[in-house]
């Protein structure tokens, strides 16, 4: 079992940036799938970045590459850093966890594929 809890949230204006938080209540957590997802009413939930621990790969959405960065401390706390935000970015963020590790030590962005979930944080972005 794996506790997440998200925090960094916030509003800023259109070019703008965030830093969101995830922390794992379980230590060790390597060859896990840490991502982070975001939704709108209305919307499916959208995978946006992810990162395997213990190894490093990263996989971006197309809308947020180059603007956005996730990463991992010692302590498997997952960060997901966001610069030059844009009114579309606003969204409920969730992080999430999961174990299916593809061939090549990559992980999806397919909701499915994740188990553990966070309460999420809003994050909005004002034109």
């Known amino acids: 079992q794996v506790q997440l809890v998200e925090s960094g949230g916030g509003s800023v204006q259109a070019g703008g940036l965030l830093r969101l938080s995830c922390e794992a209540s379980k230590s060790e957590v390597n060859l896990y799938c840490m991502a982070w997802f975001r939704q709108v009413p209305g919307k499916e939930r959208e995978g946006v970045a992810v990162?395997?621990?213990?190894?490093?790969?990263t996989k971006y959405a197309d809308s947020v590459k180059g603007r956005f960065t996730i990463s991992q401390d010692h302590a498997k706390n997952t960060y997901l850093q966001m610069n030059d935000l844009q009114p579309e970015d606003t969204a409920m963020y969730y992080c999430?966890?999961?174990?299916?590790?593809?061939?090549?030590?990559?992980?999806?962005?397919?909701?499915?594929?994740?188990?553990?979930w966070g309460q999420g944080t809003q994050v909005t972005v004002s034109s």
């Open positions: 999430a966890a999961g174990r299916r590790v593809k061939p090549g030590l990559i992980c999806g962005l397919e909701a499915v594929e994740y188990v553990y």
């Open positions: 990162y395997v621990t213990g190894v490093g790969n």
